[in-house]
């Protein structure tokens, strides 16, 4: 049974409805312009655009990957120490071993879906929460990290890093970084995956609830392994693209991203398809994150006021989100059972956006 609405309150809904979708799409626009407005000859140029893509493109593959696990209701504390794992090894087998750098990207990549399916098998088969799993399985990633580097840094010789594998990150493509077209690239297959594919529909109930995946047939283990796996994937590939940017191998630099992903995958689901984790609402989410990071910035910020500035909008972030999926669950319960709004009720199965 379905509740008719009144001609009035149609408006009102579909009012709220673009503001909660589409609001931090706005407010990122709008951002852009205050900031264009107060910094007139440097925040609007293509160079500053160019710079915020590039500097932005590794910590929005974290978010993207930190996204996946979040839509089964779980969370994944390692991506910081993997994206170190991933950084030093490309470097270490590329200066040190003197692989070639296509093959080493592909170990690299590989060696993260690994290290994330493991992840998986660990919160899934041997039923540890996902915060204490992930974090300890980090802390190993970081001891192998400082094992291989022996807590130094890892340089290149004289002649430095291949000039194709550098091209990686410092090359354009209409004008443009090339590592934000990676971003897009992967928010589209993201997006294709959760909002058009079966495996999509199906994370998402696991992450509603996993009684209700269980009643209808998904084997929940095998695919929260699968998140996982697509998650250590994009940290692989993040680690070594971040090899290529900073030509240098630093065994702790991981770490300073681990925050600032888990702020744009939890405020991602409060913009485009609030109360879920969503491709595009990340990609959103990152962007709001890159101009105000870049425009504080360009005021003259003092250092501490980036983590400021991670730390506050991840409690936002925490809470908009908590607050759109309730928000989203009440209207659910509304529709499907408007005598009994308050009686508990198991949510319905997957069904194609």
Known sequence: MTVARSPRSWPVHRIGHLIGAYGLLALTALLFLAFSLALPDTF????????????????????????????????????????????????????????????????????????????GVVVEFAKINSFIATLGTGSILYAVTGWITNGARIVPGPHGLPAAFTDLYDSRFLGLPVPAFYVLALTAALWLLLERLPLGRYLYVIGSNPRTAELVGIPARRYVVLAFAGSGLLVGIAGFLLAAQQRIGNPSVGLDYLLPAFVGALLGSTAIRPGRPNALGTLVAVSILAVGLAGIGQLGAQFWVTPLFNGVTLLIAVGMAGYAARRQLRRRRATTNPEAPEAPEAPAAPQAP
């Open 44 to 119: 609007p140029t293509l160079d500053n655009i160019s710079a915020v893509l590039s500097n932005q493109s590794i910590p929005a593959i974290l978010a993207l990957g930190a996204m996946i696990p979040i839509a089964t209701g779980k969370f994944d504390l390692s991506l910081g120490y993997g994206l170190g794992l991933g950084h030093v090894m490309t470097m270490q087998l590329i200066v040190n071993e003197a692989w070639p750098w296509p093959l080493v990207c592909l170990v690299v990549a590989a060696g993260g879906a690994l290290v994330g399916t493991f992840n």
